[in-house]
Structure formats: structure tokens, C-alpha cells
């Protein structure tokens, strides 16, 4: 398959020809003619799918004839609009419109909480063909006149099944209820629900549905490994494993912001160097962490499951579950970054005795065990007796009816498997 008989213009090919893209991604490949003959479309893709450019790419093909070089901001009204539930979705997602769109008239902004309004305020004035933004601070330049819906022809709700955990869909019907209601809608999620379903129905007109990777499946081309360990010795076996595989860039994932800034700080203390990426930063924190994490300045970057959604790191080797996340739905997010477009990657859990039963729920979403991998002098001790479950309260946390022994025999192999464990034994 090429990307010359899915009915992409010349100027859009060779868009694609100069992002080195040889072939398309089968989302891309599904998702990009029926969008283009103006079809709803419901597509189960995972970031790193190339799903970015599976709903850009036809979008702006269909924008073309409405791209113009005037300067009257009343030639330039909101015509795209991308809603996503993170601010670093949309800004990821908003620099691979303005890459792809290059050498259009089309113009292109985002918008996102968390930062002054006022710039946004101007770029707006001056008229967006294409706005990437996120529910809330849209709802904002509603309320405050600086944004008008009423041409909109494309909706795109990315990562849907998040906006969904974010409780944002209240959100997404007040903006809805603004755009004409002729409108072509392009839902994106990680993963399909039942309640991703019913989205669909409420926002879709006969979708065509794609799923490009089976239900909840993973890159073929990921490895996963597990290392039984103490909560309280987990940051020392990271330490020892960054080391012992000349791990070069790492991202872990912590269940709290706290947590993720005290593992920042001890691996720092610990000559790993490393940033934190988490909810309680500032914006400009965040895009600074992330920066120096993809410019290769530090090695490691911290991150809870909100920060990190649709982080889009380049050739990302290691992910590393630092404790395994309460909604198994969210290791199949984080360990999706890694191993994106064909290259590998290796996802490594963390697990303690008291987390046998999240264990439990990604092996049975995943319907596989995770190999079992051990550094001896990091084992848990046998005679402790496991620590209470750290759910926050109200989560329903599954009464643990046995400890780690039960778990590791059921971890398939229960030996350590070689490439990982020789070399530490
Ligand atoms: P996404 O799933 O949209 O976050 O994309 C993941 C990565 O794949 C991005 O870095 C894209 O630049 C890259 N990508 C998108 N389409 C292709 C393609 N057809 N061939 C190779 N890489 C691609």
C-alpha cells in the first residue's frame, strides 16, 4: 500500500514524502478515504498508530478549497475543530497540523488551560481555519466571544475514551450544540468501550468503524517484563536496571504526583538526572521537562497517567510502570509509548506484593501473563506480609485473597528470563 491511491492531493504527498513517511499506517490507510468522501468515522487506534495524521491529512485535503490568502479574519473562520483532553495532546496535535498544513494558506492555532488567555485572544482575532483545543478553555473563548462555531465542518474528538474518564463530555455537548448541524465527526480512542460506543452513537451518523489493532491489543514488536520487588526498594532496582542496560531514555509512569516528584528528585540525588512531568506544574514546567527529556538532557522523566497522555516521544525505548496504574486501560496507554511505528521498545513493571491484584486486571485485559523477570538481590521478602492496598478511597479494590507467592505462579515462566536477568544474577 502507498499513500498515492488514497485520493490525497500532489501537494499533501509530498508533505508526506517530506516527513520520510514511505507507507501509510493501517489507520491511515482505513481511515483516510472514507473521510475524505465526508463519512463519520469511529477508529479504535492507539497512539503511535499514526492516527494524528489518519484525520489531518484528509482534513486539510478537504479545506482546500477554502484555503485563502486574505486578511480579513472574516475569510478565515473555524472550519476544523480538534478537541482533546490534555494540553499536551493539543499541542502535540497542533504541531503536526501546522507541519502537515506547511505551505498552505490555511491557518492553524491551539488553545489550552493553564496559561494566559490573552495571546490566544489575538491569534483567534485574526481568524483559524483549524483549532486544536481542549474542552474547557474552548468553553472559555465561547463565554468570552472570541471564538464562533457556527462553520464548523469537521469535528475530531481525539482520544476519546480519556475525554470520557476526564469527565469532559458535558463539556463537548455545549460545544456540539454550537456547530451547525451538518458536521462531519471523526472520534479517535485508544481503545473501544462500551461507553466509546454509546459516544458514538450520540455524536455519530452511521460511523464507519475501524479498528486497526484487535480489542486492547499491544505492538507486536513491545516486549514486557515484569521484576517482583518492595515498594520500598523499587526506586533502587530502577536504578540498578537504568544502569545495568545502559537504559539511555527512560519514561515512568508514577500513580501520584507526589510520587512522581519524590522519584524525580531521589534518582537526581541518585546522579540519574531526571524531570517530572505532573499536574501540579506549571505549564511552562512541563513543556521545559519535556524538552530536556526528548533533547536527550536528562535520561529519565516522571509521569502520571494525566501528563503523560499523548506524549509523542521519537523511538522511546523503555517505559517503565514504577507501580502499576488502579485502571488497567491505562498500562495498555502508557506502554504505548513505546514501540511505536515498527520500532521496539520494552515495557518494564515495577510490582510489589500489594499489587497483585492490578496484576491481575492488566493479564486479564491483556489476556496473557507478563513474563517474570528477577534481580535476586531485589526480590521481596517472602515473610512480609504485603502492605495494604494503597487505593485511593472510594476505588473498589478486589479483597486480596493471596499475596505475591500465588502471583509468581502464575507468571508464566517464574524463571528469569535471560536477556534481562542474566547479567544482574
Ligand atoms: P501518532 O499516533 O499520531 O501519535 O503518530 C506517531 C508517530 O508516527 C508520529 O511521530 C508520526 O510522525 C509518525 N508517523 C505518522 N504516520 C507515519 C507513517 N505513515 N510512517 C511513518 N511514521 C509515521
Same mark, same amino acid.
Given at each position: 500500500?502507498?499513500?498515492?491511491?488514497?485520493?490525497?492531493?500532489?501537494?499533501?504527498?509530498?508533505?508526506?514524502?517530506?516527513?520520510?513517511?514511505?507507507?501509510?499506517?493501517?489507520?491511515?490507510?482505513?481511515?483516510?478515504?472514507?473521510?475524505?468522501?465526508?463519512?463519520?468515522?469511529?477508529?479504535?487506534?492507539?497512539?503511535?498508530?499514526?492516527?494524528?495524521?489518519?484525520?489531518?491529512?484528509?482534513?486539510?485535503?478537504?479545506?482546500?478549497?477554502?484555503?485563502?490568502?486574505?486578511?480579513?479574519?472574516?475569510?478565515?473562520?473555524?472550519?476544523? =475543530?480538534?478537541?482533546?483532553?490534555?494540553?499536551?495532546?493539543?499541542?502535540?496535535?497542533?504541531?503536526?497540523?501546522?507541519?502537515?498544513?506547511?505551505?498552505?494558506? =490555511?491557518?492553524?492555532?491551539?488553545?489550552?488551560?493553564?496559561?494566559?488567555?490573552?495571546?490566544?485572544?489575538?491569534?483567534?482575532?485574526?481568524?483559524?481555519?483549524?483549532?486544536?483545543?481542549?474542552?474547557?478553555?474552548?468553553?472559555?473563548?465561547?463565554?468570552?466571544?472570541?471564538?464562533?462555531?457556527?462553520?464548523?465542518?469537521?469535528?475530531?474528538?481525539?482520544?476519546?475514551?480519556?475525554?470520557?474518564?476526564?469527565?469532559?463530555?458535558?463539556?463537548?455537548?455545549?460545544?456540539?450544540? =454550537?456547530?451547525?448541524?451538518?458536521?462531519?465527526?471523526?472520534?479517535?480512542?485508544?481503545?473501544?468501550?462500551?461507553?466509546?460506543?454509546?459516544?458514538?452513537?450520540?455524536?455519530?451518523?452511521? !460511523?464507519?468503524?475501524? /479498528?486497526? #489493532?484487535?480489542?486492547?491489543?499491544?505492538?507486536?514488536?513491545?516486549?514486557?517484563?515484569?521484576?517482583?520487588?518492595?515498594?520500598?526498594?523499587?526506586?533502587?532496582?530502577?536504578?540498578?536496571?537504568?544502569?545495568?542496560?545502559?537504559?539511555?531514555?527512560?519514561?515512568?509512569?508514577?500513580?501520584?504526583?507526589?510520587?512522581?516528584?519524590?522519584? #524525580?528528585?531521589?534518582?537526581?540525588?541518585?546522579?540519574?538526572?531526571?524531570?517530572?512531568?505532573?499536574?501540579?506544574?506549571?505549564?511552562?514546567?512541563?513543556?521545559?521537562?519535556? /524538552?530536556?527529556?526528548?533533547?536527550?538532557?536528562?535520561?529519565?522523566?516522571? #509521569?502520571?497517567?494525566?501528563?503523560?497522555?499523548?506524549?509523542?516521544?521519537?523511538?522511546?525505548?523503555?517505559?517503565?510502570?514504577?507501580?502499576?496504574?488502579?485502571?488497567?486501560?491505562?498500562?495498555?496507554?502508557?506502554?504505548?509509548?513505546?514501540?511505536?511505528?515498527?520500532?521496539?521498545?520494552?515495557?518494564?513493571?515495577?510490582?510489589?506484593?500489594? /499489587?497483585?491484584?492490578?496484576?491481575?486486571?492488566?493479564?486479564?485485559?491483556?489476556?496473557?501473563?507478563? !513474563?517474570?523477570?528477577?534481580?535476586?538481590?531485589?526480590?521481596?521478602?517472602?515473610?512480609?506480609? !504485603?502492605?495494604?492496598?494503597?487505593?485511593?478511597?472510594?476505588?473498589?479494590?478486589?479483597?486480596?485473597?493471596?499475596?505475591?507467592?500465588?502471583?509468581? /505462579?502464575?507468571?508464566?515462566?517464574?524463571?528469569?528470563?535471560?536477556?534481562?536477568?542474566?547479567?544482574?544474577?
Amino acid at each position: 500500500m502507498t499513500f498515492d491511491n488514497l485520493g490525497l492531493s500532489a501537494d499533501l504527498l509530498a508533505t508526506v514524502a517530506r516527513e520520510g513517511y514511505t507507507e501509510p499506517t493501517p489507520v491511515q490507510s482505513a481511515a483516510i478515504p472514507p473521510i475524505l468522501a465526508g463519512r463519520d468515522v469511529l477508529a479504535a487506534a492507539q497512539t503511535g498508530t499514526g492516527k494524528t495524521a489518519a484525520f489531518v491529512l484528509p482534513t486539510l485535503e478537504r479545506l482546500r478549497g477554502h484555503a485563502n490568502a486574505g486578511f480579513s479574519p472574516a475569510r478565515h473562520p473555524v472550519r476544523v =475543530l480538534i478537541l482533546t483532553p490534555t494540553r499536551e495532546l493539543a499541542v502535540q496535535v497542533s504541531d503536526a497540523v501546522k507541519t502537515y498544513s506547511r505551505g498552505t494558506s =490555511l491557518r492553524s492555532a491551539v488553545v489550552y488551560g493553564g496559561t494566559r488567555i490573552d495571546p490566544e485572544i489575538k491569534l483567534l482575532w485574526r481568524g483559524v481555519e483549524i483549532l486544536v483545543a481542549t474542552p474547557g478553555r474552548l468553553l472559555d473563548h465561547i463565554g468570552q466571544k472570541t471564538v464562533n462555531l457556527s462553520q464548523v465542518e469537521v469535528l475530531v474528538l481525539d482520544e476519546g475514551d480519556r475525554m470520557l474518564d476526564m469527565g469532559f463530555i458535558p463539556d463537548v455537548r455545549k460545544i456540539v450544540a =454550537l456547530m451547525p448541524t451538518q458536521h462531519q465527526t471523526l472520534l479517535f480512542s485508544a481503545t473501544f468501550s462500551d461507553d466509546i460506543r454509546r459516544l458514538a452513537k450520540e455524536f455519530q451518523r452511521d !460511523p464507519e468503524i475501524i /479498528e486497526v #489493532a484487535a480489542r486492547n491489543s499491544i505492538a507486536d514488536n513491545l516486549t514486557q517484563v515484569l521484576y517482583p520487588v518492595d515498594q520500598d526498594r523499587k526506586a533502587d532496582l530502577l536504578i540498578h536496571l537504568i544502569k545495568r542496560d545502559a537504559m539511555e531514555q527512560v519514561l515512568v509512569f508514577t500513580r501520584s504526583k507526589a510520587g512522581a516528584s519524590r522519584l #524525580a528528585s531521589y534518582l537526581d540525588r541518585r546522579g540519574v538526572s531526571t524531570s517530572a512531568i505532573h499536574g501540579d506544574r506549571s505549564q511552562s514546567e512541563r513543556t521545559r521537562a519535556l /524538552e530536556a527529556f526528548r533533547g536527550r538532557f536528562v535520561k529519565v522523566l516522571v #509521569a502520571t497517567d494525566v501528563a503523560s497522555r499523548g506524549l509523542d516521544i521519537a523511538d522511546l525505548p523503555y517505559v517503565v510502570n514504577f507501580e502499576l496504574p488502579y485502571e488497567p486501560q491505562d498500562y495498555i496507554h502508557r506502554i504505548g509509548r513505546t514501540g511505536r511505528a515498527g520500532a521496539s521498545g520494552t515495557a518494564i513493571s515495577l510490582v510489589s506484593p500489594d /499489587e497483585v491484584e492490578e496484576l491481575r486486571a492488566v493479564q486479564r485485559l491483556l489476556r496473557k501473563s507478563i !513474563p517474570c523477570a528477577v534481580v535476586e538481590e531485589f526480590l521481596p521478602n517472602p515473610d512480609a506480609e !504485603p502492605t495494604q492496598s494503597r487505593r485511593p478511597a472510594g476505588r473498589s479494590a478486589a479483597p486480596s485473597s493471596s499475596g505475591w507467592g500465588h502471583q509468581r /505462579e502464575s507468571a508464566p515462566s517464574g524463571r528469569p528470563r535471560r536477556s534481562l536477568a542474566a547479567t544482574s544474577r
